[in-house]
């Protein structure tokens, strides 16, 4: 609320006016006493109990006189008074709760449903007197008028069966149940029978179902009533399981496919679905001859006249696709391709400018429908795997679902979103295609857009998630294509973002992209920016980001790489001005130590001290003076690690190894690319200047052509020695590049005593699936094919780069020889003439 102003600087105008008068208002509101709400003498009188009153008795005279809330709140106190006295309780308050619900409403109702379920769990007493006092409330129960005190009601019922014994069972439901499923009962009657009966399946063995359960299950799928016969056919899925796969095919799929024709939609639905539950226990005649032909009249009526299939349809994909799979013939596969397609569009295709239904606008009902179906749709799109080399038939899908408007489309496929993207590339190199599966051009735009769009939203948490999954990017996309489209925007949210989590994630996925980078130009930018914008950021909110991402590049990369870039700029931050970030710091110092390596970190060693030193004695804030204290005690119970190997740090010391072993790497293949690169530039130029010598010496006279030609020769031969150099070396950057990228090389050290390029692909071959590396020129990517093809090339390539260094020398020398021999030749008939 504004403060009023002063009487010389009132405005009286009608704006102003209104303003003032609901600050009077709100000033009234909070003035005006609260009147408290009194009870009469007789209600305080009629909510009195005795304080010398026990808890039965206390309990038996609330149910009796009290009011109804409490009676329902002894209701609810049953477990406890069960566990307190369970003799008294059975004795005296049961019966008195069970006269009490005959005309209890519902609240109570359902409280004592909850009740009776605890009982059962808490085993206050045996199965034997559970069975004998609180099955029959339950029973009479079951029938009430109100369908939510009646459901409640069954699935304590249901929970009970579970524990009951089969006499009990047969004698107290299963007998009654005979005549409740008559067509003379009550609807509600006839429901809770079917409920009842699927649960009753599995208690009994094949024969007795068969005999008695099965008679009223053929009764019921018959029923006049739609809403008996679906939720009869949804029970036929736990009936089948307690009879077998012989029954299920003599009995229940007979049944299935009469209520798949049913004139009620919501049978057809119930029906489809539980056939798709059932396709295990069907052999491949029955699908093929049996449940084949009702999912394709399934899918041709969805569009046309029953589109309340489409969503449970696209729901089961999956299910459908896996267990229908090898019966399609090339036909029925390219069809429901079609259908698939068409699924993941529904409700954006667009003719003319109009939507596909051009006679009435979408509902929003329909909206919702087509969402769910496009939903469901990206939900099943790891199911791609079964069309193997084929897959890079549906990329065009998978763009469309990324961009959709709907983030509970994005939400659903980004849950699955690395192993989709590893498919599209792994699928579509088993297809030999190179045009169709090395890259999907809308991917990166579309992938920009989704993250875009979840961050434009209202859901922090599809946005975290997507974050999340988007450090999968390196193992489909090149170093340079992450770098100028999706490293940037992570730094741009760790800065800008008001959501911790998302920034995490952030942080998290940068520091992964910088991890896989392939140019040192630009991981030194990277961290600068890092440096600069978080770590000396103004706002203390980035400096403590800096400290998360810090934890993060302890995470992923060596202790070395981490000490060579971060390790004094963490120290700096001793001296923030906010105390929150001297708290984090000091919880973060113990792996801050952990990094160093002695020797070699001597000096870091010495300025952490240093800085902890200074804390100790500089310090004004007690609580991050506590802290610092506890945080001093814990360093020096740390060992540090040396630079040999140690026993105790045997595994970290291997894996900090390893990924000190990959950041080399990298900076090796980085300097193989440049050489690549200029060697290409030079043979280029060379080629260039031998062509313009030989159009200019083609003036001069035959006898000068001629010799001029003998030269050229031996030049050219001296320029493929050097081709034959370059080649060799860029064999090897190739098999570096094909063992790097190879998702499936696990081994450290296999040859530690080779040549130079030997080592290489050792150390390659270690790297792993983490370490999914391509080179950032897409020209230059090399494919993985298998570890055989991997290591054939690898060591055929060193052999052939050794050959070829000695044919070409050879080939220099002998060239050299024989131009010289021609040119004495030349200088002899000269002289001679």
Not at 128 to 145: A, D, G, K, P, V
Not at 222 to 231: F, I
Not at 574 to 587: F, G, M, Q, S
Request: charged share 25%; hydrophobic share 35%; glycine share 4%.
């Amino acid at each position: 609320m504004r403060p009023l102003p002063c009487s010389s600087d009132m405005d009286f105008g009608q704006s102003n006016l209104f303003g003032y008068i609901e600050d009077l208002q709100e000033l009234t509101i909070i003035e005006r006493p609260v009147r408290r709400s009194l009870k009469t003498p007789e209600e305080i009188e009629r909510l009195t109990v005795d304080e010398e009153l026990n808890d039965i008795e206390r309990a038996l005279y609330l149910l009796s006189s009290g009011q109804d809330v409490q009676g329902t709140s002894v209701v609810a106190n049953l477990p406890v008074l069960m566990r307190q006295n369970p003799a008294e309780t059975l004795r005296r308050v049961l019966p008195k709760i069970r006269e009490v619900l005959h005309v209890a409403g519902v609240e109570m109702q359902l409280t004592a449903a909850v009740s009776f379920l605890t009982v059962l769990q808490d085993e206050s007493v045996s199965i034997h007197t559970y069975s004998h006092s609180f099955l029959h409330i339950i029973l009479q129960n079951l029938e009430h008028r109100d369908a939510g005190v009646s459901n409640a009601w069954l699935e304590t019922l249901l929970a009970v069966i579970e524990a009951l014994p089969k006499e009990t069972i047969r004698h107290e439901i299963l007998n009654p149940l005979v005549s409740k499923a008559q067509i003379s009962q009550t609807l509600q009657s006839r429901l809770v029978s079917c409920k009842i009966m699927g649960k009753l399946a599995n208690k009994f063995e094949a024969h007795i179902v068969k005999r008695e359960i099965l008679p009223l299950v053929k009764s019921l799928c018959q029923d006049v009533e739609y809403e008996v016969r679906t939720c009869m056919c949804r029970q036929l899925e736990h009936i089948a399981q307690g009879i077998g796969t012989e029954l299920t095919k003599t009995v229940v799929l007979p049944e299935l496919v009469e209520l798949a024709r049913d004139e009620g939609s919501s049978v057809r639905l119930a029906a489809f679905e539980t056939l798709v539950n059932l396709l295990d226990m069907f052999d491949s005649d029955d699908r093929r001859q049996t449940v084949l032909p009702l999912v394709k009249s399934f899918c041709e009526k969805s569009f046309k006249a029953d589109e309340s299939i489409l969503v449970s349809l696209s729901f089961h994909l999956g299910k459908l696709c896996n267990g229908l799979y090898g019966i399609f013939t090339p036909e029925q596969h390219l069809r429901f391709l079609e259908f698939y397609k068409k699924l993941c569009t529904l409700g954006l295709q667009q003719e003319n400018g109009h939507n596909d239904n051009q006679l009435q606008l979408q509902t929003l009902e329909q909206e919702k429908k087509y969402i769910s179906v496009r939903k469901n749709c990206a939900y099943n799109f790891p199911v791609a795997k079964l069309l193997n080399s084929g897959v890079y038939t549906i990329q065009k899908e998978l763009v469309t679902l990324l961009q959709d408007e709907s983030l509970e489309v994005l939400d659903a496929l980004v849950g699955h979103l690395p192993e989709i993207l590893e498919l599209m590339i792994n699928g579509g190199e088993n297809s030999g295609s190179e045009s169709k599966l090395l890259s999907i051009p809308d991917l990166i735009p579309a992938l920009t857009t989704a993250e875009q769009r979840a961050a434009t939203s209202l859901k922090w948490r599809t946005h975290e998630k997507l974050l999340q999954k988007y450090a999968c990017l390196p193992q489909i996309i090149s170093s340079d294509q992450i770098y100028y489209r999706f490293l940037h925007r992570m730094l741009t949210i760790i800065l800008t973002n008001n959501v911790l989590p998302v920034q995490k994630a952030a942080a998290r996925t940068l520091c992964v992209y910088l991890r896989y980078n392939r140019k040192q130009e630009q991981r030194h930018e990277v961290i600068q920016k890092l440096i600069e914008q978080l770590g000396q950021g103004k706002s203390y909110w980035n400096r403590l980001r800096f400290l998360d991402t810090c934890e993060f590049i302890m995470e992923l990369f060596s202790k070395s790489f981490f000490c060579k870039y971060f390790f004094l700029p963490v120290l700096e931050l001793t001296h923030d001005p906010v105390a929150n970030v001297r708290i984090k710091l000091c919880y973060l110092l113990p792996k801050v130590k952990s990094t160093l390596k002695i020797p070699t970190d001597k000096h870091l060693l010495q300025q952490l001290e240093l800085c902890i030193r200074k804390l100790l004695c500089q310090e004004k804030d007690k609580d991050v003076l506590t802290i610092v204290k506890r945080t001093v005690l814990e360093l020096d119970r740390m060992d540090i690690s040396l630079d040999t190997f140690q026993k105790r740090f045997y595994e970290n010391d291997l894996l900090d190894q390893e990924k000190e072993r990959q950041e080399h790497l990298l900076l090796e293949m980085e300097q193989l690319e440049k050489e690549k690169q200029q060697n290409e530039g030079r043979s280029a130029n060379i080629n260039d200047k031998i062509f313009e010598k030989k159009r200019r010496d083609s003036k001069a006279s035959s006898m000068l052509a001629k010799s001029m030609t003998l030269s050229s020769s031996g030049s050219s031969s001296g320029t493929s020695t050097g081709k034959e150099d370059k080649k060799s070396k860029l064999v090897r950057s190739q098999s570096f590049s094909t063992q790097a990228l190879h998702p499936k090389y696990s081994n450290i050290d296999k040859c530690s005593n080779k040549s130079s390029a030997t080592g290489y692909t050792s150390s390659l071959s270690g790297m792993g699936k983490g370490c999914m590396l391509s080179f950032s020129d897409d020209s230059f990517r090399t494919r993985s094919t298998g570890n055989s093809g991997n290591a054939t090339f690898s060591s055929s390539s060193s052999l052939i780069a050794s050959r070829n260094s000695f044919n070409s020398a050879d080939q220099k020398s002998n060239g050299n020889k024989e131009s010289q021999s021609r040119k004495m030749s030349i200088k002899n008939r000269k002289s001679n003439s």
